[in-house]
Antibody, heavy 127, light 107 residues
């Protein structure tokens, strides 16, 4: 069974930084695209970033480009999200999610629907 | 970026009803469309992937259809556990985008 466990959230002041982590188990981690998706209080789902796999590209929503950096450590089966220059509008529950096996990208990485999700971690940006 | 437009935003229905939610993409996404169910305080859960494939363990009363730019999620006979918020999501490109959600409420 795939498990995704996020950590690193919390309360941070505007302009501050955090590093979110998502530890995965139960899968051949390096074969899968991984994503961060957030949900502001009472709002819908928004993709933050996707890393397509080992050596593949990383994609960002316009709203976080230049402030957030996604990375992965396949040896630890972990993805990270460095969040900098935080704003009040970044307040949200941040989920990591795994790409499904229903689609392969050109490099052979599983890049399908988001078929497994972590429990989410709350990031609150407030003074 | 591909925009996803979902309707309605709220749907009131009764147990046993048949309901349909619609999702429209701003450009062709082939069949790379998923539907998620989310309950309050919980992570989303995929119910339909590749437009019409039923995720393992999801009841057969859920079905999806469509391709290109027009998609639907149908629940054939609503059960109490189905009242939740549903989102569509395109994964034709890595810049995934979600619809704004449909809250399915008990009438």
């Amino acid at each position: 069974e795939v498990q995704l466990l996020e950590s690193g959230g919390g309360l941070v002041q505007p302009g501050g930084s955090l590093r979110l982590s998502c530890a995965a188990s139960g899968l051949s981690f390096s074969n899968y695209a991984m994503s961060w998706v957030r949900q502001a209080p009472g709002k819908g789902l928004e993709l933050v970033s996707t890393n397509s796999g080992s050596g593949g590209g990383t994609y960002y929503a316009d709203s976080v480009k230049g402030r957030f950096t996604m990375s992965r450590d396949n040896s630890k089966s972990t993805v990270y999200l460095e969040v900098n220059s935080l704003r009040a509008e970044d307040t949200a529950v941040y989920y990591c999610a795994k790409g499904g096996g229903d689609k392969y990208d050109s490099n052979g990485y599983y890049s399908g629907c988001l078929d497994s999700w972590g429990q989410g971690i709350l990031v609150t940006v407030s003074s | 970026d591909i925009q996803m437009t979902q309707s309605p935003s709220t749907l009131s229905a009764s147990v046993g009803d048949r309901v349909t939610i619609t999702c429209r993409a701003s450009q062709n996404i082939n069949s790379w469309l998923a539907w998620y169910q989310q309950k309050p305080g919980k992570a989303p859960k995929v119910v339909i992937y590749k437009a019409s494939s039923l995720e393992r363990g999801v009841p057969s009363r859920f079905s999806g259809s469509g391709s290109g730019t027009e998609f639907t999620l149908t629940i054939s006979s609503l059960q109490p556990d189905d009242f939740a918020t549903y989102y569509c999501q395109q994964y034709n490109s890595y810049l995934y985008t979600f619809g704004q959600g449909t809250k399915l409420e008990i009438k």
